[in-house]
Nanobody, 124 residues
Framework: LQLVESGGGLVHEGESLRLSCTASGGRVENYIIGWFRQAPGKEREGVSCISMQSTIMHYIDSVKGRFTISRDNDGNTVYLQMNSLKPEDTATYFC??????????????????WGQGTQVTVSS
């Protein structure tokens, strides 16, 4: 399964973006998917995850109430809707298959191979 991120951009504080994680080589509905981000000089952190049936979603505390993860299985895509963006959300965002969504955080990626990600920059 290959995953490609898109949808990033430069926005002002308080605006919104929707990131897409589009799959090829397999059906995304068969996998648990997580979103991660990495800001310059910081370690990559888990942001959100969604179970295969979309019955379980988790978020880090800093994005709860602002970000929403969802699936479009027909479109073979997982989305991350980001509202009320803050400068501290500035990072490169990645999606990945994860081993679980729930329990301890972050959700564990099943591979150490990452895509190019999509850059999100929020100006104050």
């Amino acid at each position: 399964l290959q995953l490609v991120e898109s949808g990033g951009g430069l926005v002002h504080e308080g605006e919104s973006l929707r990131l897409s994680c589009t799959a090829s080589g397999g059906r995304v509905e068969n996998y648990i998917i997580g979103w991660f981000r990495q800001a310059p000089g910081k370690e990559r952190e888990g942001v959100s995850c969604i179970s295969m049936q979309s019955t379980i979603m988790h978020y880090i505390d800093s994005v709860k109430g602002r970000f929403t993860i969802s699936r479009d299985n027909d479109g073979n895509t997982v989305y991350l809707q980001m509202n009320s963006l803050k400068p501290e959300d500035t990072a490169t965002y990645f999606c990945a298959r994860v081993g679980r969504c729930g329990g301890s955080w972050p959700p564990p990626p099943v591979s150490d191979s990452w895509g190019q990600g999509t850059q999100v920059t929020v100006s104050s």
